[in-house]
Nanobody, 118 residues
Framework: QVQLVESGGGLVQAGGSLRLSCAAS????????MGWFRQATGKEREFVAG????????YYADSVKGRATISKDNAKTTSYLQMNSLKPEDTAVYYC???????????WGQGTQVTVSS
């Protein structure tokens, strides 16, 4: 089992920045990738960004490319999602996830709310 705890959400004005954190614990040695997803009210959950556990490869959704940076602190087994130039459409609950294979994310955090005001 891998446990994930997100933090760093909140209310921010459009154009502002936030950094989300995801602390992983448990059997983290089995983790292949960590990712961030988000779900806005009335919409399906969508992928935002992902990073290999080794930290050498990253992936981004087109909607955040150029505005988001995912990173990982190997010593703390924590991943971060830096979001800049935030837009109201970035408003959502952001979830951290961990995958032990290439095919699916197996573990999820409880989510953290990000609200961007116009």
């Amino acid at each position: 089992q891998v446990q994930l705890v997100e933090s760093g959400g909140g209310l921010v004005q459009a154009g502002g920045s936030l950094r989300l954190s995801c602390a992983a614990s448990g059997r983290t040695f089995s983790t292949y990738m960590m990712g961030w997803f988000r779900q806005a009210t009335g919409k399906e959950r969508e992928f935002v960004a992902g990073i290999r556990w080794s930290g050498d490869i990253t992936y981004y959704a087109d909607s955040v490319k150029g505005r988001a940076t995912i990173s990982k602190d190997n010593a703390k087994t924590t991943s971060y999602l830096q979001m800049n130039s935030l837009k109201p459409e970035d408003t959502a609950v952001y979830y951290c996830a961990a995958a032990i294979s290439r095919t699916e994310y197996n573990y999820w955090g409880q989510g953290t709310q990000v609200t961007v005001s116009s």
